[in-house]
């Protein structure tokens, strides 16, 4: 699936996901996920899935109370490069190898990257404030300036 898809928000973007992209966390990759609650720099993440698409809602103290939940890892650390995150954000979710092994990639984890609901089979993701469809020929060389249009 090469082709570009820019979906019209977080949550279809997620169900994305769920239905049509690989989420296992085995080997560390970062999967797909939805931001439920932020508390400083955790926060707790539903992460994609294909057995349960459901996308919890309240807050962090009525989420934790729940016990029918799955797929949700309530201790995410926020990467150094991640400077803020709210709930319904679209982020990249990742855990520890061994955790994901043994069955338990929802204990803890960290959030690598915001991206917007643009995914690319090349490319993945997009990473959160990167441009959508940026051609060389509008970035500017490093070091120089971007060059203006005159009016």
């Known amino acids: 699936m090469a082709q570009a898809r820019t979906f019209e928000n977080n ?3 997620f169900e994305f996901a769920c ?3 690989d989420a296992s966390l085995k080997d560390g990759k970062p999967v797909p996920g939805i931001v439920l609650a932020t508390q400083g720099r955790m926060c707790s ?8 698409k459901t996308i919890p809602t309240g807050t962090l103290n009525e989420l934790l109370a729940r016990t029918d939940l799955s797929y949700v890892c309530f ?12 709930p ?15 069955g338990k990639e929802t204990i803890a984890g960290t ?12 490319t993945g993701w997009q990473r959160h404030a990167e441009p959508v469809d940026a051609t060389p020929a509008e970035q500017a060389p490093a070091g120089e ?7």
């Open 11 to 13: 949550v279809e973007a």
């Open 19 to 21: 239905e049509h992209l």
């Open 45 to 52: 993440v539903k992460i994609a899935n294909r057995e349960d």
């Open 75 to 86: 201790s995410a650390m926020l990467d150094s490069k991640v400077t803020h995150v709210e």
């Open 88 to 102: 319904g954000d679209l982020v990249l979710y990742t855990t520890m190898p061994e955790l994901a092994a043994a």
């Open 111 to 122: 959030v690598v990257a915001k991206v917007n609901p643009h995914y690319s089979g090349k």
């Open 145 to 151: 300036a971007p060059q203006q249009n005159p009016s």
